[in-house]
């Protein structure tokens, strides 16, 4: 891990006192005298593996408190971030492990959404994104981790996928 400009540790001490761990671009003007000083400190922090980008404005500080270098949110809300909060479902073995239908670790997590689709990988956690219709997107059930909440597909739903995979 490389060591971080004094602006740079100013940018990370800020975000991380004012607990900013799911950030925009736009909250790092206040650092920057132009989008283009905006634009390279952004660059260098990912360069850097200080922040991982989660989609087109949104990115995920490591704390300086992660002694190796990896620090990681629970992976629903990692896929909540990622999705911007809304036209998302988290389903597959995730669900199915949430609402205790197994005992199986998913090895990644199945996102269905409106908007995208591929596979991102934040550290140590994948997660699969498939494109969906409005009307699966729409039957969730909302949960909280801390203080922060996720959709995730409801326990009849998560059964009959279940089901469908034996």
């Known amino acids: 891990m490389e060591g971080l400009s004094k602006k740079e540790m100013e940018i990370v001490s800020w975000l991380e006192f004012y607990d900013k761990y799911f950030f925009s671009?736009?909250?790092?003007?206040?650092?920057?005298?132009?989008?283009?000083?905006r634009y390279n400190f952004v660059k260098h922090l990912l360069k850097k593996k200080r922040i991982?980008?989660?989609?087109?404005d949104r990115y995920y500080l490591i704390t300086t408190k992660a002694k190796s270098g990896s620090w990681a949110e629970h992976s629903f809300i990692l896929a909540d971030e990622a999705c911007g909060g809304k036209d998302y479902v988290i389903g597959g073995w995730a669900a199915a492990n949430y609402w205790h239908m197994t005992d199986q670790i998913p090895m990644q997590i199945d996102v269905y959404t409106t908007k995208r689709q591929g596979v991102l990988r934040v550290l140590n956690t994948r997660i699969v994104f498939h494109r969906s219709t409005k009307r699966r997107v729409s039957s969730v059930v909302v949960g909280r981790i801390g203080n922060h909440s996720f959709r995730i597909e409801k326990k009849e739903d998560a059964k009959k996928w279940l089901k469908s995979t034996r």
């Open 25 to 37: 671009s736009s909250e790092v003007d206040r650092f920057a005298k132009s989008k283009t000083q």
């Open 52 to 56: 991982v980008k989660l989609n087109r």
